[in-house]
């Protein structure tokens, strides 16, 4: 079992920055693919960035390529994503996600684990 914990969220005003932050415990190794989604009421859940198990490899939803950035310090356990130039579309709830797997994964039900997710708002 891997339980994941996203914080980090809040409210920023157009144009600022946020770094989310998602711990992972439970696992005995950290050879998974892990990925950022995004969800607003009445939509579904929307791929935001995913991050092989290494690092070696990113892939990001083209409505935020060139201002998030995906990252993970596997020696702590941790997944990141730094938002730049935030606009109020980005507002949403932000989850942690991880796979069983090594690659990039994109499509939500293909992660086994989940966050409880974490509130962003970004006013205009």
Request: proline share 2%.
């Amino acid at each position: 079992q891997v339980q994941l914990v996203e914080s980090g969220g809040g409210l920023v005003q157009a144009g600022g920055s946020l770094r989310l932050s998602c711990a992972a415990s439970g696992r005995t190794s950290n050879r998974y693919a892990m990925g950022w989604f995004r969800q607003v009421p009445g939509k579904e859940r929307e791929f935001v960035a995913s991050i092989s198990w290494n690092s070696g490899n990113t892939y990001y939803a083209d409505s935020v390529k060139g201002r998030f950035t995906i990252s993970r310090d596997n020696a702590k356990n941790t997944l990141y994503l730094q938002m730049n130039v935030l606009n109020p579309e980005d507002t949403a709830v932000y989850y942690c996600a991880a796979a069983q797997t090594l690659g990039i994964v994109i499509t939500s039900r293909s992660y086994d684990y989940w966050g409880q997710g974490t509130q962003v708002t970004v006013s205009s």
